[in-house]
């Protein structure tokens, strides 16, 4: 990355003119200090600016200006992935969950494939958009990596479970909710009456997470034109 680049050349520039009058021992300490100094006001210069161009993507969002929010981040994304390590990655994520969102599973897919794994919405969404595609084994893949990462986040165990469990896995998907549970405890009801239904022949419901569940367009909104009577029904993907 750019800032560890110009940290050391600006380290070994200190070392070399210290090293000429003092020796080694002399000229280590001070390029270590430079060192640090360079990259902390370089990463926290970057930091801001990436900041800033966030908070205006945001407020395009929440117009639902989403091409323009797409095109700033991917603008983002030239200028300043080299810059910072995950860079890159982290905006894959966004760029990846905004397609999502508007059901452009084709363009979220490559973005979502190449996202930041700690990102666990993001990772969420790649999973659901493996198992909507039928593709069994890269959901698992998925959510095994997601929960690997983010094991604290209740509705991550539980898509996993209910991609299972309508993939006609109870089983599987009784042990997933048994693991997420033993990873959160009982911070999650939803979680916790969802392992109790499946464990008791019930149906899991999900509708409880409210609107970030149904982002993961696994069940229509109730509220959406496609949903009769809040008849939920599941999206169909195709390669």
């Not at 979680?191 to 464990?199: K, S």
Request: hydrophobic share 40%; charged share 20%; aromatic share 14%.
């Amino acid at each position: 990355m750019l800032i560890i680049l110009i940290s050391l050349i600006t380290a070994s520039l200190t070392f070399g003119s210290i090293y000429y009058y003092f020796g080694i021992i002399g000229a280590v300490i001070p390029s270590i200090f430079i060192f640090v100094i360079t990259y902390w006001l370089i990463y926290k210069k970057v930091s801001d600016i990436l900041e800033r161009n966030m908070q205006l993507i945001q407020k395009l969002l929440q117009k639902g200006d989403y091409d323009k929010a797409i095109t700033s981040l991917k603008k983002i994304q030239s200028k300043y992935s080299k810059w910072q390590f995950f860079t890159k990655k982290i905006l894959n994520s966004q760029i990846g969950s905004i397609f999502y969102v508007q059901k452009k599973f084709k363009q979220s897919k490559p973005f979502l494939v190449n996202g930041f794994e700690k990102s666990w919405i993001s990772m969420g969404m790649l999973g659901s958009l493996y198992y909507i595609n039928k593709d069994i084994e890269s959901m698992e893949n998925t959510f095994k990596k997601a929960t690997k990462y983010s094991p604290k986040q209740g509705l991550l165990w539980s898509m996993w479970a209910y991609c299972q469990w309508k993939s006609g896995n109870s089983e599987l998907a009784i042990s997933i909710l048994s693991s997420g549970k033993k990873k959160i405890g009982d911070i999650d009801p939803i979680l916790n009456n969802n392992l109790l239904n499946l464990q008791n022949d019930k149906k899991m419901k999900m509708k409880a997470y409210g609107e970030q569940w149904y982002q993961m367009h696994l069940e229509i909104h109730p509220y959406s034109k496609g949903a009769q009577g809040g008849t939920k029904r599941q999206i169909k993907y195709k390669k």
